[in-house]
Each structure stands twice: as C-alpha cells, then as structure tokens.
C-alpha cells in the first residue's frame, strides 16, 4: 500500500503577507507558517487588536511571551495557509539575544563573578588598612 502523498506548500513573499493588514483579511507569520486570522479574530481571547497590530507581519515573537497553550496551538493549526517564502525569511528580524545564551557565555561569567569579588576583596583591604590607622 503506498504512503498517501504529502500536500504541496503554498509559499508567500513577505510583500504579499504585508497586505494583509486589515480586519478585511489579516494574515500573519508565526514560525514561518503564513496564518489567516481573519475569521478568528472576534473569537481570539486576547481581542481582535491584539492580531490587528501584528497582522502583516511576524508574530512569532509576541506569540511565544504570551506563553499559548496547548489547545491554542493546537487550534491554529487550522488557519495555516502556507509559509514564508524561504527567499524572505532572512528579511525578518533576528530575536535579540537570550539570558540563557548570556549565562553561558565567558564574558557574562567574568563581568558577573570575578569583577564584583575582585572588588569586594580591594573595598575589604583599604577597610581593614582604614580601621589599622585608628
């Protein structure tokens, strides 16, 4: 028996996605995936504005700090309409660095331990050289 064949992708370019940015038609990329909310938006528990302001663009971002469950995922899976264009994914922006990948760094260790306890260490000597002279 053959496997059923998998679904072609539709791909949008960012220029395409940005035009719809109304309550009209509002589309907007999370993770690459292009979604049309449009027929969601009176039903998203956060407001119909809280899509409008992302709409034509990358929601990717405001969609993880809200923290979504897992039913919300689950839901938005249908209104999957295809993805970004693989050309334009460079064209969004990168999301700023994280404090986990801050924690792990040399530099993060150095300006966080080491400095403060060298200068503990001095502010300790020059108090104790202070109280000797009394």
Do not use: C
Not at 38 to 51: D, M, N
Not at 57 to 64: H, K, L
Not at 105 to 122: K, Y
């Amino acid at each position: 028996m053959a496997a059923p064949a998998e679904k072609a992708v539709t791909y949008y370019t960012l220029e395409e996605i940005q035009k719809h940015n109304s309550s009209k038609s509002t589309w907007l990329i999370i993770h690459y995936k292009v979604y049309d909310l449009t027929k969601f938006l009176e039903e998203h528990p956060g407001g119909e504005e809280v899509l409008r302001e992302q709409a034509g663009g990358d929601a990717t971002e405001n969609f993880e700090d809200v923290g979504h469950s897992t039913d919300a995922r689950e839901m938005s899976q249908s209104y999957i309409i295809g993805e970004l264009h693989p050309d334009d994914r460079s064209k969004l922006a990168k999301p700023s660095e994280t404090l986990i990948t801050t924690l792990n760094s040399n530099s993060s260790w150095w300006t966080n331990w080491l400095i403060p306890a060298i200068s503990a260490l001095v502010v300790a000597m020059m108090y104790r050289m202070y109280i000797a002279e009394d």
